[in-house]
């Protein structure tokens, strides 16, 4: 089945401490996402990338990195700058930014501080 | 910049009666505008959007939506609410401009049986 993969499903972070979080994707998708959900706050951008190489900040970018080496991967690196990192975090993919075209979403990662 | 407003935080309805769950949304010139659904611990799953044409949308599931352009509202329907269908509901308007997605906060739907 086509979709998209995140893991760890939960993940703990120690102060001071860089966690990653994967998304693979086997949608064939040019444009890669990913949000921060908090409750009652909806999603929020943090990071995109439309196409292999190339991504840029989304509107909470700050303490976050990514990269884009592959098509089908987009890892989320939340770094020791992000304080308040506890939230859910999902990934989505779609097949172009510069469309219409609905974003498919992964089961997401639950990121918790030790 | 483009924001999408749900104004009710939660909707409670019995099995059976309508179901409606609304959004108004912001936005410069003409919107792309999604309805999405999120069950607990899982991702966003894409129910019905509204691109052109016929204002009212069909989707999954039998949830439609109307797009009124005068009220700048898109809201969400199903005639007849199932228990399965108690989740959290996520509007969310495209820009045409820069092509990213704003979402709403969320309204928390329960349908009691």
């Known amino acids: 089945d086509g979709g998209i993969t995140q893991s760890p499903k939960y993940l703990f972070r120690k102060e001071g401490q860089n966690v990653t979080l994967s998304c693979e994707q086997n949608?064939?998708?040019?444009?890669m996402y990913w949000y921060r959900q908090d409750p009652g706050q909806g999603l929020r951008l943090i990071y995109y990338?439309?196409?292999?190489?190339?991504?840029q900040k989304g509107d909470i970018a700050e303490g976050y990195s990514v990269s884009r080496e592959k098509k089908e991967s987009f890892p989320l690196t939340v770094t020791s700058a992000q304080k308040n990192p506890t939230a859910f975090y999902l990934c989505?993919?779609?097949?172009?930014?510069?469309?219409?075209?609905?974003?498919?979403f992964g089961d997401g990662t639950r990121l918790s501080i030790l | 910049a483009q924001s999408v407003a749900q104004p009710e935080d939660q909707v409670n309805v019995a099995e059976g009666n309508p179901l409606t769950v609304k959004c108004t949304y912001s936005v410069s010139g003409n919107p792309y505008l999604f309805w999405y659904v999120q069950y607990p611990n899982r991702g966003l799953q894409f129910l019905l959007k509204y691109i052109t044409g016929d204002n009212l949308v069909k989707g999954s599931y039998g949830f439609e939506a109307e797009f009124n352009k005068s009220q700048t509202s898109f809201h969400l329907k199903k005639p007849s609410a199932l228990v399965s269908d108690s989740a959290l509901y996520f509007c969310?308007?495209?820009?045409?401009?820069?092509?990213?997605?704003?979402f709403g906060a969320g309204t928390t739907v329960t349908v009691r049986a």
């Open positions: 949608l064939n998708h040019d444009a």
């Open positions: 989505a993919s779609s097949m172009s930014d510069y469309s219409n075209q609905p974003q498919h």
């Open positions: 990338s439309q196409i292999v190489n190339d991504f």
């Open positions: 969310a308007v495209e820009s045409r401009d820069d092509y990213k997605l704003s």
